[in-house]
């Protein structure tokens, strides 16, 4: 009972901070973004885009899945972590070399020469997120989620002022490529200044075989993904123009502030919490139970309303010029729906130990989106059809993953399902009200955005009492506790500075 206290109430504090990280990053990133949008042109972002799949492998690759791998093991040592500094050091200074090399060929793949220049200088980041990747997984493994908002929220503010500086300023895409640089170099510093190990000169065999043996298969999975999650960028950007590929970035920034945020939030604080669980099943399926009715009674609702507000969203945020954006982003808002509950039941194989099937899932899921991509090209479907295939995809994806997980904990796909169902369908429903207000309302965007968020609110409430949606009031005791824990920090934070 005092190990579950303890834990609940190390959960407690992880998840106000990463809520809190959620709210005040994703506000920096949607304020930095605004501006962005309104002083850059779509193409600005577009060439942005084309380079997005590059950074993602590369970053795959530098962690080599050893984050996971240390998350999950109880008892590292200092020799583990420094074997694993020194591998994700030495990655990082390769790739970036590679890529500097072939930076000509990328250019002109995408028969953008700007793209030389810009690879050359944003790979650097490379090497620069290498240095904090142990610091990272230290304060993740013992849920010090509050440090980790205050290295977020000081990085993306400093990082996206100079952006926005910069493009006032008339620098074009170069505001958002140092944007990144900013973000990555702030973050390690505060890494490195919050958490102050140390690396010890040392390289353990043992260690390194003991940690890649896990996390081979995890990297080999996070290249496949990351190849696949920014395929449609690669494929935008190749047969599309640069426009068009800056239409669907944006669309795919706003809708990743969150549905992405959410699922990474979920993910980052509950993969530590169930792997203490890991060697006790049925409590294992029954935290899980709860993660999944939880997060799907939050993000169901968010994806819904966010696509059925869309229009007056796009116009009052980034103006006219960015409304080609808006059947992007309502897809993908669909697609979106199913992230969180993607990352749980990812989480559950990784907690298992099981990052043979995590690797298997990934080629079976890839191997599909392939067909699906491929029917859609030969088509000449556009890019609409491109992202249908990725809702699709997402939809096929939650049987595989459930498959897989249920048969470790014994929690079956016709289990999830019912579960996810009442949120589903409620959630639709609120979405048609909603989409249907904006017709009935005049066009004055803010207003007409406030009605409609109001009245999505209230009908979803009100449609879950009267179903007698149980998630509701775990809702409400979740936030409760986080709402007396902000009080009682908040209050503490005003007597030390009060002298009392």
């Not at 060439?47 to 093991?73: K, W």
């Not at 994806?303 to 059925?308: C, D, L």
């Not at 409620?426 to 965007?445: A, C, K, Q, R, T």
Request: a positive charge; one cysteine or more.
């Amino acid at each position: 009972m005092q190990q579950d206290s303890s834990l609940k109430q190390k959960t407690l504090r992880g998840l106000f901070w990463s809520v809190t990280d959620l709210f005040a990053n994703n506000g920096i990133q949607i304020c930095i973004q605004i501006v962005l949008a309104r002083l850059l042109l779509p193409e600005h972002f577009g060439v942005m885009g084309m380079i997005v799949v590059l950074i993602a492998i590369s970053n795959s690759l530098v962690d080599c899945g050893f984050s996971q791998a240390l998350i999950r093991d109880q008892n590292s040592s200092q020799q583990d972590y420094s074997t694993v500094f020194h591998f994700n050091f030495f990655i990082s200074i390769l790739l970036y070399f590679l890529l500097f090399i072939c930076a000509p060929m990328v250019s002109t793949f995408f028969n953008t020469p700007q793209l030389i220049e810009i690879i050359r200088v944003i790979s650097i980041t490379l090497i620069i997120s290498s240095l904090a990747i142990i610091q990272r997984v230290k304060l993740i493994k013992v849920l010090n989620f509050k440090t980790l908002t205050k290295i977020n929220t000081i990085a993306f503010f400093t990082g996206g002022s100079i952006s926005v500086s910069m493009a006032f300023l008339g620098f074009g895409v170069w505001s958002l490529v140092v944007n990144v640089i900013v973000v990555q170099t702030m973050q390690t510093l505060l890494l490195w200044y919050f958490n102050r190990w140390i690396p010890s000169l040392t390289f353990n065999i043992q260690s390194f075989k003991k940690f890649f043996k896990f996390g081979y298969k995890l990297l080999l999975s996070g290249i496949i993904d990351s190849i696949y999650n920014n395929l449609y960028f690669l494929i935008i950007g190749k047969f599309y123009t640069a426009s068009l590929l800056g239409y669907y970035t944006n669309a795919v920034k706003v809708r990743d502030m969150a549905s992405q945020s959410i699922a990474v939030t979920i993910e980052r604080v509950t993969y530590p919490v169930l792997s203490s669980a890991q060697d006790e099943n049925e409590r294992l399926k029954s935290m899980f139970s709860n993660m999944i009715k939880i997060s799907s009674f939050v993000n169901f609702p968010l994806m819904i309303g966010i696509a059925a507000i869309a229009t007056p969203l796009f116009l009052m945020l980034f103006g006219e010029k960015w409304l080609p954006s808006v059947p992007y982003f309502q897809l993908l808002c669909i697609a979106g729906m199913l992230y969180p509950i993607h990352a749980l039941n990812l989480n559950i194989l990784q907690v298992k130990g099981r990052s043979d099937l995590f690797l298997l899932l990934e080629i079976v899921k890839k191997v599909m989106i392939t067909l699906l991509i491929s029917l859609s090209l030969f088509l000449n479907l556009g890019i609409m059809g491109l992202i249908w295939t990725a809702i699709i995809d997402s939809f096929i994806s939650l049987f595989i993953n459930t498959y897989f997980s249920a048969r470790l904990i014994d929690y079956s796909t016709k289990d999830q399902l019912k579960d996810l169902a009442p949120m589903f369908f409620i959630s639709i429903l609120m979405g048609v009200v909603v989409f249907l207000v904006g017709y009935i309302l005049p066009d004055l965007y803010f207003i007409k955005l406030i009605c409609q968020i109001l009245i999505g609110i209230l009908v979803y409430i009100i449609v879950s009492r009267i179903f007698r949606i149980k998630q509701l009031m775990d809702l409400y005791q979740l936030i409760h506790p986080i709402i007396l824990y902000s009080k009682k920090w908040t209050m503490d934070k005003i007597t030390s500075k009060g002298g009392y």
